[in-house]
C-alpha cells in the first residue's frame, strides 16, 4: 500500500480516525505519528515548529504538503480515490457529506468536549453550561435518531466520509460521557454506529479504542475542601478561595445578595504573594521554564545545576495520598493538570513536573517541584487540593536517589514500585 504521510495525533482521537478510515476505505497507507495533548507533545518544539497553533491533528504528506484542521485532512484522504466516492456522487450528495461533516463536529463532538473541560477539571464547573451542553447533545442524538430510522447510512445508500465522522464523534462520545443509558435512548444512532465501525475495512481504526461506558461521565470535585487553604498564608489562601468552586459559588451567592451601592464596602486589593517579600534572587524562574520547554533534559539539568540558588529556592517530591481510588490513566493525568491549574496564584514561584506511573487501575501519582522558599504550604497551599498529596524534601545535589527521582521525573521516565512512567504534566 502506498504511504500517503503521518498524521499526528493518536488513533482514538476522532479528528484522527477519520482520516485513518479514510485511508483504509481509499487503500492508502497513513502512518500515526504519536502526538498526545496529555503529555504536551503539540507544545514541543518538534511539533510546533512544523504546526505553529501546536493542535492535533496534523497532517505532513510524503509529496510535501502540510495541512492542519481534522475536516480538511480528512477531505484530502477521502479524495486519494474516486472508487468508494467516499465525498459523495454529485453536487447534492457532496452538500449532504459536508453537512454531516459539520454536524458531526459542532454538534456532537464540541457539546462533548465541553463537558469534558468541567469533568477533566479545565475549567470551573458550571451547572448551567454542563446542562446546556448535555441539552445540546441530546437534541442533537434526537435529530440524529430521526434522520437514521429510514437510511442505514447518512447519505444515500453507501458510506461517506460523513459516517467516518460522525461514527468517530459518536465513538469519543460513547468512550467518554455517554453511557448505556444514551445509548438505549438512541437505537437507530447505536445501531448505526455498530454498523459503520464493524465495516471490515475500518474495524481495526474503531477497535480497541477503549471501553464504551456503562455510565454516564459527571462532575467530581476536586478531593480537598477549601477549608485547608485556611491553613495556607493569608495571601495565598485568598487565591485558593477564588479557585475553589464551592467559594466561588459563595462568593457570586454574596454578590446577589449585595446592594450595588456606592456605599457598599467594596473589597480590599489583593494581598501580595508572599513571596513577593523575599529577598532577590538570581536564579530566575522564567528562564528555568523556558530552557526546560526548548531543550532537551540533561542539557537542561546542566544548567539548572549551575544556575540553581539554594538559599532563594527549594527542590520538593510530592506523592498523591490515594493511588488505589486512580481508574484510568488519562483522568490522573488531568487530576495533575487540575493540580497544577489551581497552583496558579503562585505560578511565578513554581515550576515542575508530575506524572502517572502504570497503568489503567494500576497507577501512581508523583513528581518533582522547584519552589521560592523554602516553606511548600506557603507556595503550593494556593491548591485546595494540596492536602491529597504529600511532600517531601529532595536533595538532588547531595542524595543519589533524590537526584535519580528528579532527574527522571523531569524528563518523564523511571518507574515506582514496578510501575512504568505512562505520562506527564508540565508545571509552568
Ligand atoms: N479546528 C481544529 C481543532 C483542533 C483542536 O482543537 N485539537 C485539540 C484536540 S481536540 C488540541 O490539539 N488541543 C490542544 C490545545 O489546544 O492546546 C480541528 O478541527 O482540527
Not at 479528528?15 to 504536551?40: F, H, P, Q, T
Not at 515548529?49 to 502540510?66: A, V
Not at 464551592?246 to 508572599?274: F, G, I, L
Not at 546542566?302 to 481510588?325: A, H, L
Request: hydrophobic fraction near 40%; aromatic fraction near 12%.
Amino acid at each position: 500500500m502506498a504511504v500517503i504521510g503521518k498524521i499526528y495525533g493518536y488513533k482514538a482521537h476522532p479528528k484522527v480516525s477519520r482520516s485513518l478510515a479514510a485511508a483504509k476505505i481509499n487503500g492508502v497507507e497513513l502512518e500515526v505519528s504519536k502526538c498526545s495533548v496529555m503529555d504536551g507533545d503539540n507544545l514541543k518544539p518538534e511539533y510546533t515548529s512544523k504546526f505553529p497553533l501546536g493542535r492535533i491533528p496534523g497532517f505532513e504528506g510524503t509529496d510535501g504538503l502540510k495541512l492542519i484542521e481534522a475536516r480538511s485532512i480528512a477531505r484530502y484522504v477521502a479524495g486519494l480515490s474516486d472508487n468508494a466516492k467516499l465525498l459523495g456522487t454529485d453536487k447534492n450528495s457532496e452538500a449532504e457529506v459536508e453537512q454531516w461533516i459539520s454536524f458531526g463536529d459542532e454538534e456532537l463532538f464540541n457539546p462533548v468536549s465541553a463537558l469534558l473541560q468541567f469533568y477533566w477539571n479545565r475549567l470551573p464547573y458550571n451547572k448551567v453550561a454542563e446542562q446546556k451542553a448535555w441539552d445540546r447533545f441530546h437534541a442533537s442524538l434526537a435529530y440524529l435518531e430521526a434522520h437514521l430510522k429510514k437510511q442505514t447510512f447518512l447519505v444515500g445508500h453507501r458510506i461517506t466520509l460523513a459516517d467516518l465522522t460522525v461514527a468517530s464523534d459518536l465513538q469519543f462520545a460513547y468512550l467518554r460521557v455517554a453511557g448505556q443509558e444514551v445509548r438505549d435512548k438512541y437505537p437507530n444512532v447505536s445501531r448505526y454506529y455498530n454498523t459503520v465501525i464493524n465495516q471490515p475495512t475500518v474495524l481495526d481504526v474503531y477497535a480497541g479504542n477503549g471501553d464504551l461506558l456503562a455510565e454516564n461521565a459527571k462532575f467530581v470535585p476536586p478531593k480537598k475542601e477549601p477549608k485547608a487553604a485556611a491553613a495556607a498564608p493569608a495571601a495565598a489562601a485568598g487565591a485558593a478561595a477564588a479557585a475553589a468552586p464551592a467559594a466561588a459559588k459563595k462568593a457570586d451567592k454574596k454578590k446577589d445578595n449585595d446592594d450595588d451601592d456606592d456605599d457598599t464596602p467594596k473589597p480590599a486589593p489583593a494581598p501580595k504573594h508572599p513571596c513577593a517579600s523575599l529577598p532577590a534572587s538570581p536564579f530566575i524562574i522564567d528562564e528555568a521554564k523556558r530552557n526546560y520547554s526548548n531543550w532537551d533534559t540533561p542539557d537542561f539539568l546542566k544548567w539548572f545545576y549551575e544556575n540553581f540558588d539554594k538559599q532563594g529556592w527549594s527542590i520538593w517530591r510530592f506523592d498523591f495520598k490515594y493511588n488505589e481510588e486512580l481508574n484510568m490513566v488519562f483522568m490522573s493525568a488531568n487530576q495533575i493538570g487540575g493540580f497544577f491549574d489551581r497552583l496558579e496564584a503562585s505560578r511565578k514561584y513554581v515550576m515542575g513536573a508530575g506524572g502517572v506511573y502504570g497503568v489503567d487501575k494500576n497507577s501512581k501519582i508523583a513528581g518533582a517541584i522547584i519552589l521560592r522558599g523554602d516553606d511548600p504550604n506557603v507556595v503550593l497551599g494556593v491548591a485546595p487540593d494540596l492536602e491529597s498529596y504529600a511532600v517531601t524534601p529532595l536533595d538532588p545535589f547531595n542524595k543519589a536517589d533524590d537526584k535519580k527521582f528528579f532527574e527522571e521525573a523531569l524528563a518523564w521516565e523511571g518507574e515506582i514500585d514496578g510501575l512504568k512512567y505512562n505520562q506527564g504534566k508540565f508545571l509552568k
